[in-house]
């Protein structure tokens, strides 16, 4: 299992060059914007545009695709647990 960064021959590589960790970022990202926004809707509610639009977004897709976002997490951990 390759954490966040981890040494491969000397070059530091970054969860934005390992696929798989990358997606966990994402999908980790998004699963933490909603619930945040359950918590105070109006934190992020109030910022729809430019960078803090960012995490506006990001729950839009938590709660509008949560199957999906849900099967994601499940996949995820299971790839993590058995996989590697």
Do not use: H
């Amino acid at each position: 299992m390759l954490p966040i960064s981890s040494s491969y021959l000397g070059f530091t590589v970054s969860a934005i060059f390992n696929f798989q960790s990358l997606l966990t970022v994402i999908l980790l990202f998004v699963c933490t914007c909603a619930y945040i926004r359950s918590l105070a809707p109006s934190l992020l509610d109030r910022n729809k545009t430019g960078l803090l639009g960012l995490f506006w977004k990001c729950v839009r897709i938590g709660e509008r695709k949560s199957p999906y976002v849900a099967m994601c997490c499940i996949v995820m951990a299971f790839s993590i647990l058995f996989i590697q």
